[in-house]
């Protein structure tokens, strides 16, 4: 894709799942990857096969819900590689329906899903505005588009990320820094399976999910990277502010 060699990315949360398919298309594109993620042995193997493939990647263990900490990776980062593209991707969640939820729950999904990006924007932009360009592409999903059953807390994080882009693109593009949004809907990732683990059906819920997409599958994590680095490229220069769904159909709006 078009701009994306020798830039500099971040990618959050890229030891697993989405976020390592990400990191490992922007390598294979040519980009300098540093991948953030709280979980330092993931993210280094991530980094490995990378480099063993012929990129440039870093890894830095980090507890992207730390300001201090993602501040001072984020200066390394900018030393060492420079900083031109930021994917906010790490998430987390449980099925748990809202009345059972409790504040401590709240806060734990609240810190992972809309505080960490607000540290990593926090940082980051005033690098991305001195060098008056810059891509920011964050993963919500498409429970922050229609909701979901059992995930409120991290609906509303997740729409709060798509307003978090727009607004942001309404206030940089005048720096020509694009935001824009990628909402997967259920992809087969580690998290995932980590749901699927805690129900009693998990071959109905898992076949629920399945018919509930026009496309008749789920998603793979491989399915989302490629939306992700087309925001990143050049050929995606002229578009901010936008959502869209990577999920099989699941999600279409006008
Ligand atoms: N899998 C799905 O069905 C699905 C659907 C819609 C949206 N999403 C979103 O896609 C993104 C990736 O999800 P996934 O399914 O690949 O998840 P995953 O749990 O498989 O991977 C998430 C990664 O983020 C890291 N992480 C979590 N908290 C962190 C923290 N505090 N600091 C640093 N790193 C941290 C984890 O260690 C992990 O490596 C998330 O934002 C998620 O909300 C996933």
């Not at 449980?94 to 806060?107: C, L, N």
């Amino acid at each position: 894709m078009r701009g994306i060699k020798g830039k500099s990315a971040i990618v959050t949360g890229g030891g697993r799942g989405i976020g390592a398919e990400i990191a490992k298309r922007f390598g294979a594109e040519g980009a300098h990857v540093a991948i953030y993620d709280i979980d330092g042995d993931n993210s280094a193997a991530v980094a490995r096969q990378i480099e063993e493939a012929g990129g440039h990647a870093q890894s830095t263990q980090v507890d992207l819900t730390d300001y201090r900490a993602v501040a001072v990776a984020v200066q390394k980062t900018h030393r060492t590689q420079g900083l031109d593209i930021v994917v906010n991707n790490a998430g987390w969640d449980k099925f748990i329906p809202f009345v059972d939820t409790t504040p401590e729950f709240w806060d734990k999904v609240i810190d992972i899903n809309y505080r960490a990006p607000l540290n990593i924007l926090h940082t980051t932009l005033p690098l991305l505005i001195a060098n008056q360009v810059g891509r920011v592409v964050n993963i919500a999903s498409d429970a922050g588009r229609g909701g979901s059953s059992g995930e409120a807390v991290y609906s509303g994080c997740k729409a709060g990320l798509i307003a978090l882009a727009k607004s942001l693109a309404r206030e940089h593009s005048r720096n020509n820094i694009t935001f824009n949004v990628v909402c997967p809907g259920a992809t087969e990732t580690p998290l995932f399976r980590s749901f699927m683990d805690e129900v009693s059906n998990p071959d109905k819920l898992r076949e629920a999910f399945r018919r509930a997409v026009p496309m008749g599958r789920l998603g793979e994590a491989a399915d989302i990277p490629g939306a992700v680095v087309f925001f990143a490229s050049d050929d995606a220069a002229y578009i901010t502010g936008q959502v869209i769904s990577v999920s099989g159909g699941l999600t279409m709006v006008g």
